[in-house]
Every structure is written in C-alpha cells, then in structure tokens.
C-alpha cells in the first residue's frame, strides 16, 4: 500500500511541475509579446482573398518591390508573418496609419492596430488625418473593426503592398494580406 501511495505521490508532483511549468512558460511568452502594437492571431483576422481593393486607391508606379516578386517580411501583425517570404500581389500609394479603437462587438480597446489605409476611413478627405484625429474605420481587417470609432496613433505617407505568404507557424498560405509597409519588407538574400 505504501509503495502504491509513493507512486501516486510522485505522478502527481511531477504532473503539478510539469504544468506549473507550462503556465509560466505561456505567462512569460504573452508578456514577452505585449508591447504597444497588436499582434492578431489568424482567427482575428478576416482573410478575404478576393484581393477587394477601397475605392480611390492608387497603384505606385515603379515600386521598391515589384508585383510578382518575393521579400522577407519584418512584419509582426499577425502569429507567423515575421520571417515568413512575402510574394507581392499588390503595391499602393497612400497614407497608412496605426490606429487604436474599441471593436463594434465590444471588449477592451486594440491599441495601436497596423495597419489601416487612407482609403479606409469612412468619408476620408483629401487631406491626411493628424495623429489624435478621431475618425469612423470602414476597414474590416478584424472582427468589430468595421464601423468602429478609432484615434489616429501614428500616420506616414509610404507605399504598402499586399501580399500572399505561408505562416512561420505552418497552416494554409494567406492570400491577399492587407497591409504591410514598405518598411516591413527586406530583399531576399
């Protein structure tokens, strides 16, 4: 009976180590990654491969990166993007912005979204938005996104692309992913 008592004894420490050890593994990967960007999860994001452009928005003539060609992306939008090949589907010139907003289905606010288009502001001007400017998104990148009242937190005049890639992480290849800036892509070497 002793003996039997030991066994169980010692599956159940090393069963409490082992997902004591898992729990602060998880702990310590979510603080690692919480900065003031969001990170999505495939499941967030709504992948529309239909490739639907906003209206008004321009292709850039000649860009750093050629449609139809490949380039590692820095990007870290999503789980799998950074270090993962981008071919390039599209190339647009325009203003981009990182905006804060609280979903339309509720919760708490997604802080400093990248990236969300000119084009996608719901009656956008002609004019640039300023960063603090309070405007209405039409973008639908992630679940209660469209229609959601956001804050302009960062705002640059750049050429972004869209992209098809294969996550880091494995799964099915995204296609037509919408954005990423011209500064989150490198040649491939």
């Not at 979510?30 to 994001?45: F, L, Q, R, V, Y």
Request: aromatic residues 6%; glycine residues 8%.
């Amino acid at each position: 009976m002793k003996k039997y008592l030991l066994t169980i004894s010692t599956i159940l420490i090393a069963s409490s180590l082992i997902l004591g050890g898992c729990g602060k593994e998880t702990r310590q990967t979510i603080d690692e990654s919480n900065d003031d960007s969001h990170t999505a999860t495939a499941g967030e994001m709504h992948h529309s491969e239909s490739g639907e452009l906003p209206e008004g928005l321009r292709e850039k003539s000649n860009p750093t990166f050629p449609i139809g060609s490949q380039a590692m992306m820095s990007a870290d939008h999503m789980s799998g993007m950074k270090g993962a090949k981008a071919k390039i589907v599209g190339a647009y010139e325009t203003t981009v912005y990182a905006v804060t907003y609280t979903p339309t289905t509720g919760g708490d606010p997604v802080q400093n979204h990248k990236w969300v288009i000119h084009e996608e502001i719901q009656d956008h001007t002609d004019q640039s938005y300023a960063v603090g400017s309070e405007v209405l998104l039409s973008a639908d990148h992630m679940k209660g996104m469209k229609g959601a009242k956001a804050t302009i937190e960062s705002a640059e005049q750049t050429t972004v692309y869209m992209v098809d890639y294969t996550p880091t992480t494995g799964g099915n290849s995204i296609k037509n992913h919408k954005w990423v800036t011209e500064e989150e892509l490198s040649a491939i070497q």
